[in-house]
Each structure stands twice: as structure tokens, then as C-alpha cells.
């Protein structure tokens, strides 16, 4: 069994692709072909914003927002404690402060309490600026957007949504990365929307602001090619990965339905044995990962070799919270409890989630929790 079955998928658009590559491949536009501009149209036009830019890959997403808002060193940036490295990365990368804030036991994304506390700490310590804060759609489901924004526009902190994992997802409607200041997603290929490679994009109705990161992207290109105006990167997409996502673009939201499908069949399936993802009013989750909890650290490992003894794959996200990554022990901390992560990061394991999961795989993974749960 595979943990996410990307050939099946491949099967499925095989025939537009290799139309797309041979098109390509004689054109010769490899960097910023035509391909790349109808992705961005589609895209923006998909989340519901003004513009959708694309680039070289997630982090790149979250990076090239926080150099437009000229974050640096004295910022403080608020990022949940259990998320992907590169959530933080960023903001240390731009010589910021990444001030950890921790995440809610059900949703597994920031708590808004706690984040709450964290500004208030930073502010009466008076050592850092509170400049910006990026939530997490973690696994798919999109932060509390509602409440984060009320507690942003009080202190003046800019939202970054960090969607790379919840491209698809919504709440009452409204599409994943189309909230905040501004969305970054990756398309990197084991996320919901994946490419065959590297890639993100970047989505806002900020007019400005969308004009200088389209700039940054190109080593802060100016009007002509060859006039530079700021600091930038070499962070473009791929017209290639781009064709790639074109013709992915058209089987995914048959795939988000069939991830529900998968989500909900399981969640049923360890109904009253294991401690299940949630469903929230409201919410739609793209289901990036399916993601359980075991009772403890000991526990966790007996479900995993038990797995993996019927030749199931599993994974955990995350077994470290980025507070105690090495290059981050050495920042102060204390602005908040991080107590939910800790205990997360000891117990929660990711099964096998994807769109063509057959539901008799399921059930043999659920009848195998089961029964060692019940032993
Ligand atoms: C994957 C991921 C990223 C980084 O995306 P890349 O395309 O791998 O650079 C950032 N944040 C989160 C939450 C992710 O899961």
C-alpha cells in the first residue's frame, strides 16, 4: 500500500501531459511560458483573488511576502509551534524573530488564546516589534481565519496564510489561501495540488503588494529585464511543473470530494478506538493528511510497527515542535504555554490519505487499529 498513490493519478492525465510537454519541449519556453500565465489565471481565479503569483516552491511563497513587507531584524513574527520547518524558516531567514504560539488539541492549528498572550508578552516585554503572523491550514483544514483577524487588526499585524497544505480547503465557502493579507501554497508533489517537482504560488488582492512580489520573484526586477530595483530571488515556476498543474487543476475538486469520502469513511471506522481528526461547522479541509493520536509515545510506536508489519506506511507530522529545532532553541521563549504541541508531537501518526485509496484498503487499516486496540 502507498502512503500517496501519485501514480494512479498520473494514469489520469497522462495523455494531456505528454500533449503539453511535446508542445513545450518544441517551443522551447522552459521559464515563463504561456503555460505559467493561464496557471495564475486559473489559480486566482479558483481561490477568488485578484492575483495568484507563482513560484519556485512553498517557501519561497511564504519568503518572497515577508521580504515585500520588509520583516527583518527587531520583527516579531507569530507562527504556531506545530507546523512544517518551513513556517519558521522564513522568518528567521528575513533576520526576524519567529515567536512561537501553540495549537488547539482538535483542529491542530493556532490557538487564538494563545496567540493572543504571545502578542500580549512580546508587547510588555518591549524588546520586539509584532510585525505579522502566519497561520497554518495544518493538514488541510484552514486556521480560525475569523478570530485571527480580529486579533491582527488590533495590533496591525499583517496575516500570512500559510496554505501549503490546505489549497482546496475553505470555510463557509470561501477557498483556502484567499484569506488574510496574503495566501502561499506548495505544489509540491505529496500536497493536495502537487506538480512533478518544486512549486508554490503566492495569492492576494493587494495590487501594490502583488507588483513587488512579482518582482522580488525575479531578482527584484524593474521595468526592463536588466534594471534591478530591490533585492529578490530566482523564484520562478517552471513552465513544465506549470502544464503540470493545469491538467491536475481539472480532476481536483473531484479529488477534495473523494478525500472527504476517504476522511469521513475513516473517522467513522476508529469511531470510539482512536482519537479522530475533527470535522467543524463550516469547514471544508482539503485533507492534506489524515492524522490520529495515539495515548502516548509507547502507544504510538506499537500502532506504527503493528502497521508496518501488514506492509502499511505511515508518518509522523511532527515529531519535533519547532521550539526545540536546534537552530531555534536558542531564541527566548516563554511568550506562551506550548504544552498541546508537546504532547501532539509524542502522539499523533499520519496514515495512508489519498483521493484513490480503495475502501477496502481502509477497512484493513482500520480492522488492524482495531484489533490491536482491542487486544
Ligand atoms: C510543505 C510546506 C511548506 C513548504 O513548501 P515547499 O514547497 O516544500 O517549500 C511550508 N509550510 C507548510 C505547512 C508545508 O507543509
Not at 502566519?134 to 496575516?159: C, H, M, Q, W
Request: proline letters at 3%; glycine letters at 8%; charged letters at 25%.
Amino acid at each position: 500500500m502507498q502512503f500517496i498513490d501519485l501514480r494512479t493519478q498520473y494514469k489520469l492525465i497522462e495523455k494531456e501531459l505528454w500533449n503539453s510537454f511535446h508542445d513545450i519541449l518544441s517551443n522551447t519556453r522552459f521559464i515563463m511560458g504561456k503555460e505559467v500565465l493561464q496557471l495564475e489565471e486559473k489559480l486566482q481565479e479558483y481561490v477568488g483573488v485578484k492575483h495568484c503569483i507563482t513560484c519556485a516552491s512553498g517557501t519561497d511563497a511564504l519568503l518572497i511576502p515577508l521580504m515585500a513587507y520588509g520583516v527583518g531584524s527587531g520583527d516579531a513574527v507569530f507562527v504556531p509551534d506545530f507546523t512544517f520547518y518551513a513556517s519558521a524558516e522564513v522568518i528567521a531567514l528575513t533576520g526576524a524573530t519567529p515567536v512561537f504560539v501553540d495549537v488547539k488539541e482538535d483542529s491542530f492549528n493556532i490557538d487564538c488564546d494563545s496567540l493572543q498572550m504571545a502578542i500580549d508578552s512580546v508587547i510588555s516585554e518591549n524588546a520586539l516589534k509584532p510585525k505579522a503572523v502566519i497561520a497554518v491550514d495544518l493538514f488541510g483544514l484552514p486556521a480560525e481565519f475569523d478570530r485571527i483577524t480580529t486579533i491582527a487588526s488590533k495590533y496591525n499585524l499583517r496575516i500570512i496564510e500559510d496554505g501549503a497544505q490546505g489549497f482546496g480547503g475553505a470555510i463557509k465557502g470561501k477557498k483556502a489561501c484567499g484569506f488574510g493579507n496574503v495566501g502561499a501554497t506548495s505544489f509540491f508533489p505529496a500536497k493536495p495540488l502537487g506538480c512533478y517537482g518544486d512549486g508554490g504560488a503566492i495569492f492576494t488582492n493587494d495590487d501594490d503588494f502583488a507588483a513587488q512580489m512579482r518582482s522580488i520573484r525575479i531578482h527584484g526586477q524593474g521595468r526592463d529585464k536588466y534594471e534591478n530595483e530591490r533585492l529578490g530571488l530566482n523564484g520562478r515556476l517552471d513552465t513544465l511543473q506549470a502544464a503540470v498543474l493545469l491538467a491536475k487543476l481539472k480532476i481536483f475538486d473531484e479529488e477534495l470530494e473523494q478525500r472527504n469520502e476517504v476522511a469521513a469513511r475513516y473517522n467513522k471506522g476508529f469511531d470510539n478506538i482512536l482519537e479522530t481528526p475533527g470535522f467543524f461547522e463550516g469547514y471544508t479541509s482539503s485533507w492534506a493528511q489524515y492524522t490520529l493520536k495515539a495515548e502516548d509515545e509507547t502507544h504510538r510506536e506499537k500502532l506504527i510497527k503493528v502497521l508496518k508489519d501488514f506492509d502499511i506506511p505511515t508518518a509522523v507530522y511532527y515529531p519535533i515542535p519547532l521550539h526545540k529545532q536546534k537552530v531555534f532553541t536558542g531564541i527566548k521563549g516563554g511568550y506562551c504555554q506550548l504544552n498541546i504541541t508537546d504532547s501532539l508531537s509524542k502522539r499523533v501518526f499520519s496514515i495512508p490519505m489519498h483521493p484513490y485509496l480503495k475502501k477496502e484498503e481502509q477497512d484493513r487499516i482500520i480492522e488492524i487499529i482495531r484489533r490491536e486496540m482491542e487486544r
